[in-house]
């Protein structure tokens, strides 16, 4: 069973930055393609971004792009997402997942994700 623990959340004034990791317990890590996503209060969980099995691939949501950076390290089995220049509306409870099919091309649908970690809340005050 493939475990994934999220890292990094808390509470940060409007501008202010946040680096989330995610912990993987798979030996076939590097074989996944990497998401985070997010769901704010009453609303439904959004894909943010994702970086490839490959390494050499990155996707953003058009609302976070310019400002978050997603990285990987295999050694470490561990994925970041490194969020800058934080809004308020980046309030939301941030999930890590796992696409463990080898895809040739990254999906933003949950449904495409096979494992998932518990979630860590980041608050943006204004």
């Known amino acids: 069973q493939v475990q994934l623990v999220e890292s990094g959340g808390g509470l940060v004034q409007a501008g202010g930055s946040l680096r989330l990791s995610c912990a993987a317990s798979?030996?076939?890590?590097?074989?996944?393609?990497m998401g985070w996503f997010r769901q704010a209060p009453e609303k439904e969980r959004e894909f943010v971004a994702a970086?490839?099995?490959?390494?050499?691939?990155?996707y953003y949501a058009d609302s976070v792009r310019g400002r978050f950076t997603i990285s990987r390290d295999n050694a470490k089995n561990t994925v970041y997402l490194q969020m800058n220049s934080l809004k308020p509306e980046d309030t939301a409870v941030y999930y890590c997942?796992?696409?463990?099919?080898?895809?040739?091309?990254?999906?933003?649908?949950?449904?495409?994700?096979?494992?998932w970690g518990q979630g860590t809340q980041v608050t943006v005050s204004a």
């Open positions: 798979a030996r076939a890590f590097s074989t996944y393609t």
């Open positions: 970086v490839m099995w490959t390494g050499d691939t990155t």
């Open positions: 997942a796992a696409d463990a099919r080898l895809r040739v091309r990254i999906s933003v649908k949950e449904l495409d994700y096979d494992y």
